[in-house]
């Protein structure tokens, strides 16, 4: 790969290109105070500022996170719209293939892992009502703060604060969508609601959400299809709960409680139909009644945090976490080949569905305080436990396809950052220990896999995880920086385990187990001053054993171990204009990606649509003044071919663009908006369909037409 013309760009590009965030403000009024103070991010492990650490950080603050919400319906889709190297979602329930600098994110809430590894069911962005958070912190890159997932970066979702204001107070929003005929199926609702109360020292913060989604149209008035298998969010119904509970003990030290429930569940009021790719006619859906139970994702988390910022002079923080889900997929109309057992029943005629389950729980302790006599030197020093448990279950016939797998990770880590020259030059790094044990028993394979008895056993690996970085600020709003981090995920154990047609395997010493290990360095330009808030990064990572997702014909998607190498750059540029309230801004990601398709030791093949996003050109305009705001923005989703010797010319990227709008007013009685997601209406078939398995005809999914949202918001 050629490095250097990206370094050449990314040094000529950063001033003239200076990047933003986000579009919304600098300060974060959850945890500011007077305008101007920096923000916290959480999901970093420290209380010093982003200007202080090494990494590429992005902030979607409320304002522009509930306009994005409003447009497309969720925060993944926030996310992946404001984010240029984040793939563009699949608009379905699961976001398999959905990466942020071509590897997967590591999802959390309040810290708080969402994403199920072991048997990566892809339902991770999919855990809470956005009406529910806050912020969403995004930290890009390989890296290992919050242990095992985060080998693309991390998405943290911060809920809900406490409220600040004695008595009650809370919010209310009342939303309804309609495709663009305005059609009876096509049309759906969301109302949600939050109550808060402060007495003294005690707080509760209390809400729903519940939303009904219709059919989706694509941009010709076809509906758009029906995945019955992994999962769908048109014809659907959702359901979300949020508590949070909280005791002031002292005036620095904290308790507090926080629970949440989710639930999106298929109507199933829809059957597929089969599109043509060849003919370019994407897959469609009419009424009917698929069989079995449909696809439906559930997620409870509990929390209980104690915090206090003033203990010994330093920063404490611990938590304590339960997080259980059950991710039901749908069964298909003809019965998968997979689950046939002519034991049970003559083979292709046995119907079954998967469900998997993901039980885990953990803790969190942290200590961040600058050495006495030397406050230029801030130290952290932390524990992290956490227990996973994690099966894959046939719910018709209650067989096991993925055994019972148990995951341990016990991690010390320190962290150290020391400011030199009065702030000129910080040196950042630190050390993050992992053991980790997965055990197994022994198991069955299903009958397509040939009963293929598996002896289980208890792997366990064990590796030091470093991190490092150097910043330069010459002045305040300007700085720049390079970092080196690594972080670690486990492949996909579940599509490894259920796969196994070997005879005699022994789980102990299968090393298709062994850690996906991947670095991260980069080189990032920051320019915050005045009208500009810019930032340019050149990045590039690889791991030797890294995790691709390939298709078999039946659409299952196995594992395979290659080396995997990436590389990109992502420039952003915001500048206020001299129109008050105006902002315009550009973003753009270049990224490649490639692998080790033939064992030599040498990367030569492009990672395909499953496995890494296309580039991406980002232009938006923002208006807000007094009452009214507004947003325009475009995603210029830029063609690709994908080359490699086993290349498919079908599979290569046409590329789409998409516009988007929306426009907000104040009144004494709540907000009124009205959002446009496809403005132009554009027809277009998603990047996931239209670069992978070109004979599948059901996987041919055209995107959503354009779409209207009129919403009414209120605080209290």
Do not use: C
Not at 142 to 160: E, R
Not at 248 to 254: E, G
Not at 661 to 682: E, H, P
């Amino acid at each position: 790969m050629n490095r250097k013309w990206l370094a050449a760009a990314l040094l000529s590009g950063a001033l003239p290109f200076p990047a933003l965030a986000q579009d919304a403000p600098p300060v974060d009024e959850a945890l500011a105070g007077d305008a101007g103070e920096t923000i916290i991010v959480t999901a970093a492990r420290t209380i010093l500022p982003p200007n202080a650490l090494p990494l590429t950080i992005d902030i979607i603050e409320k304002d522009a996170l509930d306009q994005q919400i409003a447009i497309a319906g969720s925060v993944t889709d926030a996310v992946a719209t404001l984010s240029p190297s984040f793939s563009p979602t699949r608009q379905k329930l699961s976001g398999a293939g959905e990466t942020l600098r071509g590897r997967s994110p590591l999802y959390a809430i309040n810290g708080i892992p969402q994403s199920t590894p072991l048997r990566d069911g892809s339902r991770d962005g999919f855990t809470i009502d956005g009406f529910f958070v806050d912020r969403v912190e995004l930290i890009f890159g390989s890296n290992a703060l919050q242990g095992i997932g985060g080998t693309g970066g991390i998405v943290n979702q911060v809920t809900v604060g406490a409220p600040t204001d004695e008595g009650v107070s809370g919010r209310a929003l009342l939303q309804a969508s309609a495709d663009n005929d305005f059609s009876d199926e096509g049309m759906g609702g969301k109302v949600a609601g939050l109550v808060q109360y402060k007495a003294g020292r005690f707080d509760a913060s209390v809400g729903a959400a519940w939303e009904r989604r219709g059919v989706f149209f694509d941009g010709e008035g076809r509906r758009v299809g029906i995945n019955l298998t992994q999962g769908e969010t048109q014809d659907s119904e959702t359901l979300s709960l949020f508590g949070r509970f909280g005791y002031a003990v002292t005036d620095t030290m904290r308790l507090d409680l926080i629970a949440s429930r989710f639930e999106l569940e298929g109507d199933g009021d829809y059957a597929a139909v089969a599109g043509n790719k060849a003919a370019g006619l994407p897959t469609s859906a009419r009424p009917g009644t698929p069989p079995g139970v449909p696809a439906t994702n559930r997620t409870e988390s509990v929390s209980l945090s104690l915090t206090d910022s003033n203990l010994g002079g330093g920063n404490f923080i611990s938590q304590i976490f339960w997080n259980r889900s059950r991710d039901t997929f749908g069964g298909e109309p003809n019965p998968i080949a997979t689950f046939q057992d002519a034991a049970i029943a003559p083979i292709g005629t046995l119907f079954d569905q998967s469900q998997n389950r993901s039980r885990k729980y953990g803790g969190k302790l942290s200590y961040e305080r600058a050495v006495p006599g030397l406050e230029a030197l801030t130290l952290i020093a932390g524990f992290d436990a956490l227990w996973d448990s994690t099966e894959q279950r046939l719910i018709a016939t209650d067989r096991v396809w993925v055994p019972p797998t148990d995951f341990r990770s016990l991690a010390p880590f320190g962290q150290a950052n020391l400011q030199l020259a009065g702030g000129l030059v910080r040196l950042a790094g630190g050390v993050r220990y992992e053991n980790v044990k997965i055990s197994i028993d022994d198991y069955t394979t299903l009958a397509s896999a040939g009963r293929t008895f598996v002896s289980g056993g208890s792997p366990t690996f064990d590796d030091v995880l470093l991190n490092g970085g150097v910043i330069v600020e010459p002045m305040p709003g300007i700085r720049a920086y390079a970092s080196y981090a690594e972080g670690y995920t486990v492949p996909d154990v579940g599509r490894i385990t259920r796969a196994v047609r070997t005879p005699g395997v022994d789980i102990d010493s299968f090393l298709d187990i062994s850690p996906i290990v991947s670095n991260n360095r980069e080189l990032g330009v920051e320019v915050k001053r005045g009208p500009l808030d810019a930032s340019a990064t050149y990045f590039w990572s690889s791991s030797k054993k890294g995790q691709l997702l390939i298709a078999r014909p039946d659409g299952i998607f196995d594992v395979q171990r290659q080396r995997v190498e990436i590389e990109g750059l992502e420039i952003n540029l915001a500048v206020k204009m001299p129109i008050d309230g105006l902002t315009l801004s550009a973003g753009y990601a270049h990224i490649v990606g490639q692998f080790d398709d033939d064992a030599d030791g040498l990367v030569e093949t492009d990672l395909d649509g499953a496995n890494i996003s296309p580039d991406r050109l980002n232009l938006a305009a923002a208006y807000a003044n007094g009452p009214l705001s507004a947003r325009v923005q475009t995603q210029f989703y830029l063609a690709r071919t994908f080359r490699g010797p086993n290349r498919d010319a079908r599979n290569d990227f046409e590329g789409y663009n998409l516009t988007d709008a929306i426009v907000r007013y104040q009144t004494s009685l709540g907000g009124v908006s009205l959002a446009v997601s496809n403005l132009f209406d554009r027809q277009y078939i998603s990047y996931a369909s239209d670069t992978q398995r070109p004979t599948d005809n059901f996987f041919n999914f055209a995107g959503r037409g354009r779409t209207f949202t009129l919403g009414w918001d209120y605080r209290f």
